[in-house]
RNA sequence: GGCCCCGUGGUGUAGCGGUUUAACAUAUUGCCCUGUCACGGCAAAGAUCGUCGGUUCGAAUCCGAUCGGGGUCGCCA
């Protein structure tokens, strides 16, 4: 006995095919008049997502109608009696895979969109990391806490969604953009490894890779290592791979890079490392050459980068226009290029090299045959962020993305500080719990800040940043220094951070852990460009929940219940 | 907050100032059909072109505003 919806139906007349959706796949159902009356007129009137529970035999199909593009295609259900449990409406859209639907509509009948075997199948997926996530820590001694979702907010960072609260009107609830300060406090109460898989919440402007509510594997560690935090999470993302998705293809151990060779190398500190694709610096070639553009960038402050596709020498007129459209689009004022065609060198207009200059740049870029060399120049920080998007542009138009490779790296060695121009006063980059490197304390009294480096790290995929963590400040005078150089009063700091300060004053453990998004890795796990499509219910960019309409107004009791007056701008 | 793209029967598209009674596919409904699997055949029904306003003799088509969706920059300790 099968029970599940009706994926389609054929009728022929006398003989009826009915094809059944349940959660492990479709089965076909044959109703044969001759044999079954009874149910092959009920399913005269079946119609599609119909639910039906259907009683027969399972028999190999008869020879000559086998379908082998169907993972049941050798067998078929000979029904002897069907019940119809309930009847559907015609669904909005096509209950299938690959189908080409308006996304808001989707999201309108979230619950048919979820019918289709393909997103079953990320909740699938991601139901089996979870699992793999809980089973790997637990047997590493982790112990699973929860933590309050109604906290304090602690203005810093991020927006808070804010509660109001019935007891205390005019007072209010956070919700935890992330449970960073429960997870350290967890730490000083000595848990020593501590796990959640935690809901996030910020009220952000939102991207494909961004919901206002996300999913976090928030985990921590006492008595560690940069190395040893690391190392787990090396050992959990590429076990958990492993297991579930064998066929993925991952680089072990993962690459360790430092936030200054990842921005050198690649312009990111999140680097596609599915391709090799170097920029690799020639200013200083450059400003050897009589090409006004170059001489130009230089004389204004800014470089000059290169990168080589190796074998691609021979390009096309066509394909040069297409890359230096490319470079446009990705913010370029324009792209220089030399194709080294075997004996044959072809510069892009206006540029020319002489034998040793050429020799000089063969020997810095590393030409070793018939290669394309593109360059483009620019203002530092523009020119960075300009020739990582075209470093990932120019990988897809040469296709070196090799399919179900996930490049997985570390990003070490964040500066501890940032410049806030705006507010012209230093920053956290990571949060102001994160230690400083103990090569660079000494600089925290001499004031070099700009130079103080963090132990901070990222997991970086395919581009995307996944994971993000740092050993944390355990003693309080330091964490004290930081908050000064940070900006914060006195009164201040008791007041969003006294509880931590506290806490620190009772023996806390030197700590230190990471945040692994759970959204993005299983998007890039199951493929898919929008984490929208990993969440069973997620919101739209404009943060709307389409299915059941919120954000929405509130009934005056409820308002008046919490003290609060709408301003009707 | 800025910039860009999209909005036409249930769904996906075409039409881009007047031969349009808005086209096509599919879904839907009815009839026919006993081995299909994107079943097939015949027929029917179904959209005042997101909304509001403007230009014009005439607007799905041009302009403006607005709403909804998407992408992106800012923002996201």
Known sequence: MIKGWVAGRRDHGGLIFIDLRDR????????????????????ESVRSEWVLEIEGTVESRPEGTQNNSMATGTIELNANRLVVLNESLTPPFYIQDDIDVDESLRLRYRYLDLRRPSMYKILELRSKVTKFIRDFLDAKGFLEVETPILIKSTPEGARDFLVPSRMQPGSFYALPQSPQQLKQLLMVSGIEKYYQIARCFRDEDLRADRQP????????????????????????????????????????????????????????????????????????I????????????????????????????????????????????????????????????????????????????????????????????????????????????????????????????????FPLFEWDTTGKRWTSSHHPFTAPRDEDMPKLNSGDFENIDSKAYDLVCNGMELASGSIRIHDRATQQKIFEILGHQKADIKERFGQMLEAFEYGAPPHGGIAPGIDRLIAILSDTDSIRDVIAFPKTQSGNDLLFGSPAVVDDVQLRDLGINLNNT
Not at 290 to 310: E, Y
Not at 367 to 377: A, E, F, H, K, P
Request: net charge negative; glycine share 6%; with cysteine.
């Open 24 to 43: 492990s796949g479709i089965m076909q159902v044959t109703l044969n008049p001759d044999n079954h009356p009874d149910a092959h007129a009920i399913a």
């Open 213 to 284: 509510e996300f999913t976090q594997l928030d985990l921590e560690m006492s008595f560690v290592s940069e190395d040893d935090v690391l190392d787990l999470t090396e050992s959990l993302y590429t076990e958990m791979i492993k297991t579930i998705l064998p066929d993925k293809k991952l680089t072990c151990p993962f690459p360790k890079l430092t936030y200054k060779q990842a921005i050198d190398d690649y312009g990111s500190d999140k680097p596609d490392l599915r391709f090799d694709l170097k920029m690799i610096n020639i200013t200083e």
């Open 286 to 413: 450059a400003s050897k050459t009589t090409f006004n553009v170059f001489l130009n960038t230089i004389k204004s402050g800014g470089q000059i980068k290169a990168i080589v596709v190796p074998k691609e020498g021979s390009a096309s007129n066509n394909v040069i226009r297409q890359l230096t459209k490319l470079a446009g689009d990705c913010g370029a004022p324009g792209l220089a290029h030399i194709r080294f065609k075997g004996e044959e060198i072809l510069f892009s207009p206006g540029l020319s090299l002489d034998n040793s200059l050429l020799e000089e740049l063969r020997n810095t870029v590393k030409v070793t045959g018939s290669d394309l060399v593109l360059i483009m120049g620019g203002p530092q920080s523009s020119l960075n962020s300009t020739f990582s998007a075209f470093r990932t542009g120019v990988a897809i138009q040469f296709d070196l993305i090799e399919p179900d490779s996930l490049a997985f790296a570390f990003i070490t060695s």
